[in-house]
């Protein structure tokens, strides 16, 4: 052969090659679920906007622009985009993330809801298992996704940067796995979140200067988008376009700081079939209310014969706070797309809903259509899908979630409780202070001394009738403590809401952890007695739950995974106020039982 015929061949071949990787490319982004489990995929997220110029050469934009509400604001995206990109893996797949940060905030990515089974340095709380990323470094998260499948989410996790960074984390199940329900016609992410005029990292920091409760946000949001029920906004409305007779897969998530909401399709029902990325025993529902870091899949069957084309659905608050809330309702179109039916053209960017009925949400506090929704979750509890809930507890904990105040400092003006002092949220009394160093770097280094305490206490350390009058001290007490907790101990905790300053509805979230949830109730927990009302067949596992307000929940959880694990609530108001904190597990004697050394690029402080 030739050296000509054998460069014009091999040129050939480099070709073909690029085709099919193009083909294949093309392949995944378009059906993400029949692609091979098991493989490693690369993502990367710029922090601010990418703008490539007509040049080979590109430049970053650090902001973008984005008028909601007839005002033009600037926010901090990733890869330009709001919400942020869609990540897209299989169970057993590896997800490789490199996070490039250009803008002048800190920035650290948590994976909400990942096991991070040996990755705790893939968390991403930050100063808890690493050291936000600064401005000009990168990061790359690394971890393998076990035994879930279902909506997940990621978000930004220091301050509340989360506002405008967060975006959905899609996991399919296992190449030639099937769903335990009937395949849907199509999937579709719906994520809530909540949209601020002012800029929410110049709110919160005025309210910790305060001590006051912080502004509300302006309006809420169906994927970035306010709706028509909202000042000049009827162009930026959320339509979900549907098919008479299909089934559709909503994958909800609530992506609100500091809200539970209620959400509802007016002369539709749904049928829950997942929570958190785990299934469960499907349930029929016209009305779902989904706490901040939850996630709930919903399967959505449309009408074979509409009898209108365009109906609205619609989302509002759940709160028994006594503070300020944004009591606003958020609404988006659901349209049939129907030949024997005038429906709306699909280019029509404002929608009317003058004429169109609203459904009805229950009561804003009405904590009794919480309960009993909440008390529908089962898990599937298959031989498939077992719920291998700790039958026997080795450590038992007691932990009082709620408000509380710090002393206003000495030639200041507070704005807080009686405006004397500033709002304050503990666990236990304890309001966990942030170090200046990540917790997980100073525990696998042993360099804990300065940095926090293994003594949280297990129990309060006064006791009073929680869910009754409030004690007349409110102060907390403010600390960083963990719990330090050995391999393999099986845990249970009950906590507990108080009257302090407003009983109150807490959303829970455990990082590195699924959680059984086998207990919950109103008043004070009765130890002799709610134990024996426990479901321990099939309890609902999560990684957040909603302790009930002016009530109690017990969960249970094996400690298999080594690390730093923080739990807090997921209302950013009350994380700010230091509602959380740490749980350190100890390595095991196998292996595959331990923490794997930090990457070579961890951030430093």
């Given at each position: 052969m030739s050296k000509h015929a054998y460069i014009s061949i091999t040129h050939r071949l480099m070709q073909i090659n690029q085709l099919n990787f193009h083909i294949t490319f093309l392949f995944i982004l378009l059906f993400p679920e029949f692609v091979t489990a098991g493989v490693t995929r690369h993502y990367k997220f710029d922090i601010g906007l990418l703008k490539f110029t007509k040049?080979?050469?590109?430049?970053?934009?650090?902001?973008?622009?984005?008028?909601?509400?007839?005002?033009?604001?600037?926010?901090v995206t990733v890869n330009g985009k709001f919400p942020g990109p869609r990540v897209v893996a299989r169970e057993g797949d590896r997800l490789v993330i490199k996070v490039v940060n250009h803008v002048s905030n800190n920035v650290s990515i948590h994976w909400h809801g990942i096991r991070q089974l040996q990755s705790g340095?893939?968390?991403g709380p930050a100063y808890v298992t690493q050291c936000p990323i600064q401005?000009?470094?990168?990061?790359?998260?690394?971890?393998?996704?076990?035994?879930?499948?279902?909506?997940?989410?990621?978000?930004a996790h220091i301050s509340w940067m989360r506002a405008t960074l967060y975006g959905p984390l899609i996991i399919y199940p296992q190449h030639n796995a099937s769903y335990p329900f009937a395949k849907p016609h199509k999937e579709v992410p719906i994520i809530f979140g909540e949209w601020w005029n002012a800029n929410t990292e110049a709110v919160i920091n005025q309210a910790l200067?305060?001590?006051?409760?912080?502004?509300?946000?302006?309006?809420?949001?169906?994927?970035?988008?306010p709706g028509p029920l909202y000042n000049c906004s009827a162009k930026d409305t959320f339509k979900l376009k549907v098919k008479p007779g299909k089934t559709y897969m909503l994958r909800i998530i609530n992506a609100a700081l500091n809200d539970d909401l209620f959400f509802r399709i007016a002369n539709h029902t749904m049928a829950v079939v997942e929570a958190d990325a785990l299934y469960v025993k499907p349930f029929e529902t016209d009305i779902i209310v989904i706490t901040p870091g939850q996630t709930t899949?919903?399967?959505?069957?449309?009408?074979?014969?509409?009898?209108?084309?365009?109906?609205?659905?619609?989302?509002?608050?759940?709160?028994?706070g006594q503070g300020t809330f944004d009591n606003s309702t958020i609404a988006g179109i659901l349209m049939y797309d129907d030949d024997h039916h005038n429906s709306p053209p699909s280019s029509s960017n404002n929608i009317s809903i003058k004429n169109l009925p609203i459904p009805t949400l229950p009561p804003i506090n009405s904590t009794s259509f919480v309960s009993n929704f909440t008390n529908k979750f089962r898990a599937l509890a298959s031989v498939k899908f077992p719920a291998n809930v700790p039958r026997n507890v080795d450590k038992h904990f007691f932990f009082t979630v709620g408000l509380g105040s710090n002393p206003c400092p000495k030639n200041q003006t507070c704005q807080g409780p009686n405006n004397s002092s500033k709002f304050a949220a503990s666990v236990n009394n304890v309001s966990m202070i942030l170090p200046n160093t990540a917790l997980l770097q100073?525990?696998?280094?042993?360099?804990?001394?300065g940095v926090y305490t293994s003594d949280f206490p297990s129990v309060p350390l006064v006791s009073f009738n929680y869910t009754g009058t409030s004690p007349n001290n409110t102060n907390v007490s403010n600390g960083t403590k963990v719990v330090v907790l050995p391999f393999n101990t099986s845990v249970e905790v009950v906590m507990q809401d108080t009257s302090?300053?407003?009983?109150?509805?807490?959303?829970?979230?455990?990082?590195?952890?699924?959680?059984?949830?086998?207990?919950?109730?109103?008043?004070?927990?009765?130890?002799?007695?709610?134990?024996?009302?426990?479901?321990?067949?099939?309890?609902?596992?999560?990684?957040t739950v909603g302790v009930p307000s002016g009530g109690w929940?017990?969960?249970?959880?094996?400690?298999?995974?080594?690390?730093?694990?923080?739990?807090?609530?997921?209302?950013?108001?009350?994380?700010?106020?230091?509602?959380?904190?740490?749980?350190?597990?100890?390595?095991?004697?196998?292996?595959?039982?331990?923490?794997?050394?930090?990457?070579?690029?961890?951030p430093m402080c």
């Open positions: 040049s080979i050469n590109y430049t970053y934009e650090l902001l973008k622009n984005v008028t909601r509400l007839c005002k033009t604001k600037t926010i340095w893939a968390d401005t000009g470094q990168s990061y790359v998260y690394n971890f393998t996704i076990t035994g879930q499948r279902g909506p997940l989410w990621w978000h200067v305060t001590g006051a409760g912080p502004n509300v946000s302006d309006s809420y949001t169906i994927n970035g988008l899949n919903v399967l959505l069957k449309t009408h074979h014969n509409p009898q209108q084309t365009t109906f609205v659905m619609v989302a509002r608050p759940y709160f028994t100073s525990y696998f280094f042993k360099k804990s001394n302090i300053l407003g009983a109150e509805s807490h959303p829970l979230h455990l990082h590195g952890y699924n959680f059984y949830v086998v207990g919950q109730g109103f008043g004070n927990f009765d130890p002799k007695n709610d134990p024996a009302n426990y479901n321990l067949v099939d309890p609902v596992e999560r990684n929940v017990a969960i249970r959880f094996l400690a298999d995974n080594p690390g730093v694990w923080l739990m807090h609530c997921h209302f950013d108001v009350h994380l700010s106020w230091g509602l959380r904190m740490a749980w350190i597990v100890l390595d095991g004697k196998l292996p595959n039982q331990k923490l794997l050394p930090p990457p070579a690029d961890l």
